[in-house]
């Protein structure tokens, strides 16, 4: 019950900052008949089912306490109590894209500040500037598919010899991974296996947000219409080509988009049926929406803390006490050390460098305050790399032989970023770097 009184004590000191009491949250219903019986069935140790699940997702009052100190109970059973982040740079290659979703603030047109393709040498001091600072992990996040739409972009990749955006990509890759060693993870949206293969050779991982399997957001008005790279097959497809490549993966669903409760739980089973047959998803993120001035959504009600916590809590119990659950501190500022109290066990990539192109409005926190605030909790802050330890040294296939002598000089026997030697191993690619020069 200790995670319980943890969480009474934060609630109260936290009063201010939830703005609301437990039973007057709009996405509860304390009435709801069945909420009971859930958690005596989530307490059995039977695997959840879809109508538990969604009746778990209506907690509140003492219900809520109990669903979340069975979450976290249950990622200290899997996890202990190590908390992870992996230190990043984010490098935006494009912020053109063919698709426009209802909540994004990153994409641009040809035209916009920020548009266009960034360059070799661009991208390079960046992820120099990164490894100077420690960082170990390349964040390759651009647009979907943006030759397909715009003449610009095509006419930038024929001038450098490349038919599409995920060949540039590759090239980046590559480049980034020889010149600076730190290890990339792309996240280019949709992919076809082939496409995955060819970037398999230089990341360390791959990613992307599954967001939610409901074609509904597809219909007129919704977030996703104009956005045919959101459709949920095709995001299931991905998902399951990098199992069939064996790339350790990261997907994750978008909250308060306007799907309903079932459809997130619905979100959260596909993650889980993906990963039980291929074992590749190496974390799933619950991500909440956060309205800008500049989206189409930008009056759309944002997610409440309550109900982010619910859907970790509920995140946790489905998918067990092996998976890595992460959400984002930067999009909780306020109260993100309340996040652990749902069974979370990542904070995701934190850079000291480079802003957060999706939220810039969302700053991440200092990496001296996140580790203070997670000790708040009785957590220890442990750095990890871009993919995941047991997927370097317990799960067999996830590493392409390319990439395993730098992955293995960056680690220790946990699998672990090691602190010694660090030094030497970054100033050896600096040197290397400046003698090309």
């Not at 964040?139 to 943006?146: C, I, M, N, V, Y």
């Not at 982010?308 to 909780?332: C, D, F, Y």
Request: net charge neutral.
């Amino acid at each position: 019950m200790q995670h319980i009184r943890r969480l009474q004590r934060s609630l109260t000191d936290s009063a201010k900052i939830v703005g609301t009491a437990l039973d007057r949250d709009p996405e509860s219903e304390p009435s709801v008949v069945g909420v009971e019986a859930a958690l005596d069935e989530a307490t059995s140790g039977r695997p959840l089912t879809q109508e538990t699940a969604l009746a778990l997702m209506r907690a509140s009052g003492r219900h809520l306490l109990r669903l979340l100190d069975l979450a976290a109970t249950l990622r200290d059973t899997g996890k202990g109590r190590t908390v992870t982040f992996s230190k990043k740079v984010f490098i935006p290659l494009t912020r053109l894209c063919r698709d426009r979703c209802g909540y994004c603030a990153f994409r641009r047109d040809p035209g916009e500040p920020g548009d266009g393709f960034m360059t070799a040498e661009e991208v390079l001091a960046i992820a120099s500037a990164g490894a100077r600072l420690g960082c170990k992990e390349a964040l390759f996040s651009l647009g979907e598919k943006p030759e397909l739409a715009f003449p610009e972009a095509r006419r930038f990749l024929t001038e450098r010899g490349h038919r599409t955006t995920i060949e540039y990509l590759a090239r980046m890759c590559r480049l980034t991974l020889a010149e600076t060693g730190l290890l990339p993870h792309a996240n280019p949206g949709t992919m076809t296996i082939e496409e995955m293969a060819m970037l398999r050779e230089a990341n360390a991982s791959m990613g992307l947000m599954l967001e939610s399997v409901s074609a509904r957001l597809m219909q007129p008005g919704g977030p996703h219409h104009p956005a045919p790279d959101k459709h949920p097959r095709l995001r299931l497809k991905t998902i399951e080509g990098a199992g069939r490549l064996r790339i350790a993966f990261t997907t994750g669903i978008l909250i308060g988009i306007g799907e309903t409760l079932q459809e997130r739980i619905d979100s959260l089973f596909a993650i889980k049926a993906l990963n039980s047959a291929y074992g590749h998803v190496q974390e799933v993120i619950v991500q909440n929406f956060r309205a800008k001035s500049t989206i189409p959504m930008r009056a759309f009600p944002e997610p409440t803390l309550l109900g982010m916590l619910r859907t970790l809590a509920v995140a946790r119990l489905i998918l067990g006490p092996e998976m890595n659950l992460q959400a984002p501190p930067n999009l909780t500022p306020e109260a993100y050390p309340m996040l652990l109290l749902s069974g979370v066990n990542d904070w995701g990539g934190i850079s000291p460098l480079t802003e957060d192109f999706i939220n810039p409005e969302a700053s991440w926190p200092q990496i001296a305050v996140l580790r203070e605030e997670t000790a708040s909790l009785g957590y220890h802050l442990r750095e990890r790399l871009a993919i995941y330890p047991e997927y370097i040294f317990r799960k067999e296939g996830f590493i392409p032989p390319s990439l395993a002598p730098r992955i293995m000089s960056l680690v220790d026997d946990s699998g672990y970023p090691r602190e010694e030697g660090h030094d030497e191993t970054r100033a050896a690619f600096h040197s290397r770097s400046r003698q090309r020069a």
